[in-house]
Each structure stands twice: as C-alpha cells, then as structure tokens.
C-alpha cells in the first residue's frame, strides 16, 4: 500500500508489543505476546478496519487498471466503478458474465490470505425450499419474512400499481397453501382473512397494500418533521412537468382519451388510434421476423414513428401544413397529436377543426400502413392528402348541426375559414 518503514514499525508495535493472558476455569494463563489484533485503548484500534478495507480498495483498483476485471462505467467522461465502500459494508459493481465473477473471487481469497479475515463463500450459496416439508407454521413464517419484504424497497419510494400486488399476494397464496407453479391448491379462507391481524382472526401476515401505504405515509411524517432536510428542500422546489388540459395539472389516460372521445367520430375511428403496433407485438410476446416500418422500410416500426418520423408521415404532413396552424409534426413526442396551445385557448370552431383533421390523419396514416403490410398497396403522398380531407370532411358533415352547410369547394381550400362559414349559416 506504500507505507514506509519506519510507519510500519510503529503499527507492528502497537500490534505485537502487548502481552495478555486468558483465564480458564478462572485462572489465568502465562501471558503471552498477540499475534494479530490490538488490545483495547490503542489508537490504531479505530483504525485498523480502514486500513484493511483500503487494502481490498487498493486490490480492486488495480485489477480495473491491468484489465484484471471490468467495472461498470458511469459517465462518459468517468473511470470504470468496481468498488463501493462506506464503513464496514462494501459492495463490488462489474459487468454480469461467470469469468468477472471467478476474478472476483480470486481476489477475494487473496485479500483473505493478507488480511486474515475470513471470506465466507458457502454462505453466499442459495438454497431452494421445499414447500411440502415446511408446516403451515413455517410457510406463514416464510411468507411474511421473506415474500412479504421483496418489495420494501420499491413501496419506500413509489405507489406499486395494482396488478403488481395482485401478483405479488398470488405468489405469497399460492405458496402458503402449497401449491406450485403449474398445481394450485384448494385456498380454504380468503386470503383478505389470512393477512389480518391475529386479534381479528388471521395470521398476521400482513397485506402488501397496507405496508406500501405505510411506508409512503413515514414521507408525509418526514416532511412535517424534518423542515430542514434538503430531500424536503428539493421535492417543494415546485419544478415539475404540468398537463395543462386538466385543472389539477395532472397527466391522465383518462383525460387524455376524453379528448379523443369529445372529436364526433364513429367508435371504430377512435378504437384505431390505441391499436398495437409492431414493436408493442414484440414486447406482448407476438414474434415477428421483421420489425421495419412497411412504408419507409428505414427504421424499426414504432407508434412514434409510423405517426412522426417516417418519411412518408413528414411527406403528408407537409402537404397538409396549411390547413391547421401548428403542422408540420414536430419533433417533440409530447408535443406531436395534441398540441396544448391550440386546444386549450383560440375558437371551439378552429379547435374542433384541428382536432378532428389530427384524428382523421391518425386513422388515414394507419389504414396505409395495413395496406401496405397485408395488400401492398402504396400510395402517393397526395393521394394520403385527399383521403384525410375528405375523411374529416364528412365526419363533421354528419356529426355537427352545422355540417350540411359546410362546403367541400372551400373545405379543401381552407378547412377552418369552411367551417367557420358554415357554422355561421347554422340556425340557432
């Protein structure tokens, strides 16, 4: 570690100087010189378990540096991390393959040849439980110890959903009765009634929503008590992302699909604007020997990009950019279907105008896309134009009291200024 001589003599006497005796049966032994350790009011004493962890430090570092083993890196800019260490816990960070974790322990046995301290490699083996030797005591036991604490960490920090839970309680069930993956067991009580309190006739075992809320409210706590704490100083900073078509500000599926749902369109139009995807296929477990998008063939299929950043979208979005203010498609995701700016402030007229042309784009862009999947039929961008046109052109015609006035002659020159026209014709 590069100490020098005359440091070390000083260790080794602190270290080998004292003498001790043990008493056996009440009587003192011969006293006799320490091999390792320092004896009690030592000043070194404090120190000697820094020294030894800086030298597995010094281990770690050095095998990162000859490529011995490999650690994650954080940063761009940043060295490989192997080791972290605070007080007497150390846990060591590398890249998940067997040949790092044999390197791993071969340090290890080697920090405990220098060192002296024992490293424990049995007890780090896990090994599995048999759940029809236990007895309903030692599966209640299990249950609560074990699959009832997998989530602590996460319920410290978030609100779990519930299909979470859900999950979670029919593995601590499905095991406390005794079944298995592929067997179930007859569940004789509810287990509403299995996790309840003992004096009101359960287990004791506890329900994971319960604990998940429990845990959340020592935050409330926390942020009443500690007024100082700088976690209490940033989470009340008031930065934040703000949805600003609701007056909570508060993002929501539902309000978002009550935005969909106020454009008058038949039910299958609105259906088609949640339909999956093919990169939603893959993660649902549907495999597909190919991902790219039918109509660009440049990039895997995605929601954002078969309604963004294909070329053949950007096309047609330039073609329509003149007929609502805020085309062509941005960039930004948040920003591409709904812009805020021009739902919420401007004319019900412009705004129903927008909303439903962004809708009949949605549909039009993907039936192309079926249609070039299953047909093979392409169309020209302008041809895509027309067809959105005219889609919304007749779902406002039929779906406003207004539409029998609307003209198609300057809907297609300028939808807004039509509408606007037409509406001004309807009887009050």
Not at 57 to 86: P, T
Not at 240 to 269: M, N, Q
Not at 306 to 317: A, D, L, P, Q
Not at 338 to 365: E, Y
Request: proline content about 2%; some cysteine; aromatic content about 12%.
């Amino acid at each position: 570690m590069g100490f020098g001589e005359k440091w070390r003599g000083w260790v080794k006497g602190c270290v080998c100087t004292a003498k001790v005796s043990v008493l056996i049966n009440g009587a003192p032994t011969k006293e006799f010189f320490f091999g390792k350790g320092v004896r009690q009011g030592v000043p070194l004493a404090p120190f000697l378990f820094i020294l030894a962890a800086e030298g597995l430090n010094v281990a770690m570092h050095e095998a990162l540096r000859k490529n011995i083993f490999r650690g994650v890196r954080l940063d761009d800019s940043a060295d490989d991390v192997s080791i972290f260490q605070y007080a007497d816990d150390t846990s060591f960070i590398g890249e998940w393959d067997w040949e790092n974790a044999k390197i791993l322990i071969r340090i290890l046995k080697c920090f405990e040849i220098f060192s002296g301290l024992k490293i424990n490699m049995h007890k780090s083996s896990i090994s599995g439980v048999v759940a029809k030797t236990l007895s309903s005591g030692g599966r209640r036991c299990l249950c609560k110890i074990v699959l009832g604490t997998l989530g602590s960490y996460y319920f410290w920090l978030y609100k779990a959903p519930r299909k979470v839970l859900n999950s979670l309680e029919s593995i601590q069930s499905r095991f406390f009765w005794g079944g298995t993956d592929d067997k179930n067991k007859i569940r004789w009580v509810a287990w509403d009634c299995v996790v309840s309190d003992k004096k009101c006739g359960g287990l004791g075992i506890g329900s994971l929503r319960a604990l998940n809320l429990a845990l959340l409210a020592k935050w409330r706590w926390r942020e009443r008590t500690e007024v100082d704490a700088k976690w209490r100083q940033l989470n009340s900073d008031g930065s934040g992302w703000t949805w600003e078509l609701e007056a909570e500000k508060i993002f929501t599926v539902r309000s978002l699909r009550k935005l969909i749902d106020a454009v008058s369109l038949p039910i299958s139009d609105r259906e088609t604007d949640w339909l999956a995807t093919l990169d939603n296929l893959n993660k649902r477990g549907v495999r597909l020997q190919a991902n790219e998008c039918v109509m660009c063939h440049s990039a895997a299929e995605s929601l954002d990009h078969i309604f963004g950043n294909c070329s053949t979208t950007r096309h047609v979005g330039a073609h329509l950019s003149n007929l609502v203010d805020w085309w062509p498609i941005p960039d930004d995701t948040a920003q591409r279907f709904w812009p805020v700016s021009g739902l919420v402030a401007g004319d019900i007229c412009r705004i129903k105008v927008q909303k439903t042309i962004v809708a009949a784009f949605l549909w039009v862009m993907w039936a192309q896309r079926n249609n070039n999947a299953f047909k093979g039929c392409c169309k020209k961008e302008t041809e895509i134009c027309c067809e959105i046109q005219f889609r919304a052109f007749e779902w406002l015609r039929c779906n406003t009291k207004c539409g029998k006035f609307l003209s198609r002659d300057r809907w297609i020159c300028n939808p807004v200024n039509a509408f606007l026209s037409c509406n001004s014709l309807a009887p009050r």
